[in-house]
């Protein structure tokens, strides 16, 4: 059977996960810790990679790399641009960019390099699950356009020229940046978010008071969503 990664960024991402699941095995490479699990028959490898876009491409590249895992989920908590979105809400990434990658001096778009791509896709097979468990369970779920960068936002205008350049519904910190290394590596992956704060000026009060809450929101609907994964 094939492995299946689950990865957030910070522990409070992953400690839902590793409540529920079963025969836990923890496994210390590269200055982190893995997870190896079973849950419902399927077998997990879960692992947090600390927060920004190096540490989140170290995990992912070890997830699929030295793990084997055949697919990649991502769960955790996101700032949110799109109005439609509140605290607590979640969204599921079509896309994802990195925001804060920036060349523009040359003439390229913002989140561009050469040899690179503004918007990495996600896989659509994992994106049909996620709607199916979130019919079920009569959860609204948005899909969207996910901004990544090396930055926690907390600005109205900061949120606007994302808005603006990538038309982003929601930003978080390792998103694209695991899309870059599953995409390369042609890992189907998914990333799904939890909203813990709109990326205002009060994003770190937010943040601080509802990430908790948000980051358990999404690791139950990833487990339910692990069920239905062949
Ligand atoms: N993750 C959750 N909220 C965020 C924010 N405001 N900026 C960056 N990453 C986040």
């Known amino acids: 059977m094939s492995k299946i990664a689950i990865m957030g960024a910070m522990p409070e991402e992953i400690e ?3 409540k529920k699941v079963e025969n836990i095995k923890e496994i210390n490479y590269a200055n982190n810790t893995y997870f190896e699990a079973n849950y419902k028959g399927k077998e997990l490898v879960i692992a947090y990679s600390k927060i920004g876009k190096v540490f989140s491409s170290l995990t992912a590249s070890t997830l699929l790399e030295k793990f084997s895992c055949k697919k990649l989920l991502f769960s955790g908590v996101a700032g949110a641009i799109n109005p439609a979105l509140k605290i607590g809400d979640l969204i599921i990434a079509n896309k994802l960019c990195q925001h804060d990658l920036d060349i523009s001096i040359f003439g390229h778009d ?9 918007f990495v896709e996600t896989d659509k097979a994992l994106r049909e699950i996620a709607k199916e468990v979130a019919k079920e369970n009569a959860l609204s779920l948005i899909e969207g356009t ?22 982003a519904d929601a930003l978080e910190m390792e998103g694209a940046s695991v899309a870059v290394v599953c995409d390369a590596l042609n ?42 994964i062949d």
Do not use: W
């Not at 913002?110 to 503004?118: L, N």
């Not at 996910?146 to 603006?164: L, M």
């Open 187 to 228: 890992v189907p992956f998914f990333v799904l978010r939890a909203i813990s704060d709109t990326a205002n000026d009060d994003a770190g009060m937010d943040f601080d008071q509802f990430m908790i809450g948000s980051a358990k929101i999404s690791a139950n609907f990833i487990l339910d969503m692990v069920e239905k």
């Open 110 to 118: 913002f989140g561009y390099v050469p040899e690179g791509a503004k």
């Open 16 to 18: 839902p996960l590793l």
């Open 146 to 167: 996910i901004a990544t960068g090396d930055q926690f936002v907390a600005s109205n205008e900061r949120k606007a020229f994302i808005s603006e350049n990538f038309q």
